[in-house]
C-alpha cells in the first residue's frame, strides 16, 4: 500500500470475515420459502462468492500460466466452486472427481487438513507436474497443524454453513448463498 505502514493483505487467507461479523439480514435477500426458519444469517452474498471466484481463477492463472488444468473435485459440496473456477479460467480445464466416495454417505466429514494432507500425499505417487490447492472456505481458529490451501476465498468464523452447494444432510445446497443454519435447522433436518 503505497505510502502506508499497514502491511498488504496475505493474499493466501482469503476475505477475512471476523469472528464478530453478524452477517445479513435475511430479508434482503430471496431465499426458498422453506428454509424461512432454518437459517440465522446470510453470511456471504452470491454476487460476492461470484467476484471471489473470478479473483482466485485470475490470481490461479496469473501464478501458473496458461497451461491445461486437471481440477480434483474433492467433495460434492465443493462442485459449484469447481464449475464456477472452471469458468472463469481462461485456460483448458477439466473437473474430475475422487474415487469412489460412497463410503461417505451418512457419515459426518470433518475437515481436520488431515483429509487433505493424505489426498496429497496420494497425489504425489503419480508425480505430477505441479499441484495447487484451492478452498473457497477456512475456518478460524485453524490448528497451528492444520493444512493451508495455496488459494482461500474467504476465511470465516467457526460456524457452520450451508449453501453454495454446502449441505446439511442433504439440504440447503439450493440456497445460492452461504448462511449459517441456526438450531431450529439443524434439529429439522
Same mark, same amino acid.
Given at each position: 500500500?503505497?505510502?502506508?505502514?499497514?502491511?498488504?493483505?496475505?493474499?493466501?487467507?482469503?476475505? +477475512?470475515?471476523?469472528?464478530?461479523?453478524?452477517?445479513?439480514?435475511?430479508?434482503?435477500?430471496?431465499?426458498?420459502?422453506?428454509?424461512?426458519?432454518?437459517?440465522?444469517?446470510?453470511?456471504?452474498?452470491?454476487?460476492?462468492?461470484?467476484?471471489?471466484?473470478?479473483?482466485?481463477?485470475?490470481?490461479?492463472?496469473?501464478?501458473?500460466?496458461?497451461?491445461?488444468?486437471? +481440477?480434483?473435485? +474433492?467433495?460434492?459440496?465443493?462442485?459449484?466452486?469447481?464449475?464456477?473456477?472452471?469458468?472463469?479460467?481462461?485456460?483448458?480445464?477439466?473437473?474430475?472427481?475422487?474415487?469412489?466416495?460412497?463410503?461417505?454417505?451418512?457419515?459426518?466429514?470433518?475437515?481436520?487438513?488431515?483429509?487433505?494432507?493424505?489426498?496429497?500425499?496420494?497425489?504425489?505417487?503419480?508425480?505430477?507436474?505441479?499441484?495447487?490447492?484451492? =478452498?473457497?472456505?477456512?475456518?478460524?481458529?485453524?490448528?497451528?497443524? =492444520?493444512?493451508?490451501?495455496?488459494?482461500?476465498?474467504?476465511?470465516?468464523?467457526? +460456524?457452520?454453513?450451508?449453501?453454495?452447494?454446502?449441505?446439511?444432510?442433504?439440504?440447503?445446497?439450493?440456497?445460492?448463498?452461504?448462511?449459517?443454519?441456526?438450531?431450529?435447522?439443524?434439529?429439522?433436518?
Amino acid at each position: 500500500m503505497a505510502g502506508s505502514s499497514e502491511k498488504a493483505p496475505d493474499s493466501r487467507r482469503g476475505v +477475512v470475515l471476523m469472528g464478530n461479523w453478524p452477517g445479513y439480514d435475511l430479508d434482503l435477500f430471496t431465499y426458498p420459502k422453506y428454509y424461512f426458519s432454518d437459517l440465522e444469517c446470510v453470511l456471504i452474498p452470491h454476487g460476492i462468492l461470484v467476484d471471489r471466484i473470478e479473483r482466485l481463477a485470475k490470481d490461479i492463472m496469473k501464478d501458473i500460466g496458461c497451461h491445461d488444468i486437471l +481440477v480434483l473435485c +474433492v467433495l460434492k459440496g465443493g462442485y459449484k466452486f469447481c464449475a464456477d473456477l472452471n469458468d472463469q479460467s481462461v485456460g483448458e480445464m477439466q473437473i474430475i472427481g475422487g474415487e469412489d466416495l460412497s463410503t461417505l454417505a451418512g457419515k459426518d466429514v470433518v475437515g481436520t487438513g488431515r483429509t487433505m494432507k493424505a489426498l496429497l500425499s496420494s497425489i504425489e505417487k503419480y508425480k505430477p507436474n505441479m499441484v495447487k490447492v484451492a =478452498s473457497l472456505l477456512k475456518k478460524r481458529p485453524a490448528r497451528s497443524d =492444520s493444512f493451508k490451501p495455496d488459494y482461500a476465498g474467504f476465511e470465516i468464523p467457526d +460456524v457452520f454453513v450451508v449453501g453454495y452447494a454446502l449441505d446439511y444432510n442433504e439440504y440447503f445446497q439450493d440456497l445460492n448463498h452461504i448462511c449459517v443454519i441456526n438450531e431450529h435447522g439443524k434439529e429439522k433436518y
